[in-house]
């Protein structure tokens, strides 16, 4: 059973997430999916290359990936939740 982040909007593992502000790593528009949660605040959120990913969280603020060791080459990206989640 996957793991979930204590929040109205619950995310799952195997979730899809749509780029809505994007960066060098995850394309605006381009959906993504969760991956293994690490504690009850980051999660991976694959980049859809192979096994990468980088850690995302969600709260108040919404849900990202936070690029702050690498400001000047990274901005942050940020996601939205894909209603109506269709697991295979």
């Known amino acids: 059973m996957a793991k979930k982040i204590e929040d109205k909007n619950m995310i799952n593992t195997g979730d899809k997430l749509l780029c809505r502000i994007g960066n060098n790593c995850y394309l605006e528009g381009e959906t993504y999916i969760v991956g293994k949660f690490v504690n ?3 999660f ?3 980049t859809g290359s192979n096994n990468d990913h ?5 709260n ?3 849900i990202y990936v936070r690029f702050n060791a690498m400001r000047d080459e990274f901005s942050d990206a940020w996601f939205d939740k894909i209603n109506n ?3 295979s």
């Open 60 to 62: 108040n603020e919404g």
């Open 54 to 58: 980088w850690y995302a969280t969600m």
């Open 40 to 42: 009850g605040r980051y």
């Open 85 to 87: 989640q269709h697991y």
């Open 44 to 46: 991976e959120l694959m």
